[in-house]
């Protein structure tokens, strides 16, 4: 599927690449962007042939964040316009929801400037690859406005405290050796191998275990909200689950059979 804003491809090796098509406008989203963007996060989610979903843009960048020129300067300010950016972003936000709640594997291949919702989207992926020419920035403060959980919630987790402070407070840029340094992405690469490498790396997660993956990443998500112990009670149940799997005795016999594990996801 594709749309005017948004590829959408699923690949023979379980990996669907989804990629921002706006490149004329650095991949800044409008509504309907964030509309397609939905579409195929739910295909990603309801097709059993995909194991991990890569996030990329096209061109030379990764997302601007808004499309300022088509939101708000093609209409007239006015409290009717303000009513439509609060639908707006509510809808950009649950956009990122879907994402966020993706039980597969997510990897975000940035090749360019991430800024704004740009930067929530990559943060909402659990993998971030980075090319050289990538910069990060979390703009929203920069417009007056506090945008969305990705910085206040999601970056500290991934930079500290202070760090998350200082990214959010002032909406600075980042650039890929800085994000790295600080653990905001887990690698920079060449430009020319940004796709090869981040494409290595879903093809390695879609070959994997895919309930295991989906108990990893509920119980890493619920460790954002539960003390250590009761996390502890909760991933043992899941782990319970795990243990009468297909796909556990699988691992248990490849390894054993000294061969490379074929899992089915039962």
Not at 81 to 94: A, L, P, T, Y
Not at 102 to 130: H, Q, S, W
Not at 158 to 183: M, N, Q
Request: glycine fraction near 10%.
């Amino acid at each position: 599927m594709s749309g005017n804003d948004i590829l959408y491809e699923v690949g023979d090796d379980g990996v669907a690449t989804l990629t921002i098509n706006r490149p004329e406008r650095m991949n800044a989203l409008r509504p309907q962007t964030t509309r397609e963007m939905r579409e195929a996060i739910a295909a990603a989610r309801e097709d059993d042939a995909v194991r991990c979903l890569l996030v990329t843009g096209a061109g030379r960048g990764f997302c601007a964040g808004d499309d300022f020129q088509e939101i708000f300067l093609a209409e007239n300010r006015g409290d009717h316009q303000v009513d439509r950016q609060i639908r707006r972003i509510k809808s950009g936000e649950e956009s990122l929801d879907d994402l966020f709640a993706l039980e597969k594997p997510t990897i975000a291949a940035v090749n360019g400037a991430a800024v704004g919702y740009g930067m929530d989207i990559a943060l909402y992926c659990d993998i971030r690859f980075a090319s050289e020419n990538a910069k990060f920035g979390w703009y929203f403060v920069r417009r007056g406005v506090l945008g969305t959980v990705g910085g206040t919630f999601i970056l500290r987790q991934l930079v500290g405290l202070s760090k998350a402070f200082e990214l959010t407070l002032t909406g600075d840029l980042v650039d890929a050796a800085e994000a790295e340094r600080i653990g905001l992405v887990s690698k920079v690469v060449p430009s020319e191998r940004l796709l090869e490498e981040a494409r290595a790396m879903a093809r390695k997660l879609a070959s994997g275990p895919p309930l295991a993956q989906r108990a990893v990443k509920r119980a890493m998500h619920k460790g954002f909200q539960m003390d250590w112990r009761t996390l502890g009670e909760y991933q043992q149940a899941l782990g319970d689950v795990l243990w009468k799997t297909e796909d556990h005795m699988e691992g248990v016999n490849s390894f054993t059979e000294k061969r490379e594990p074929m899992f089915k996801g039962r």
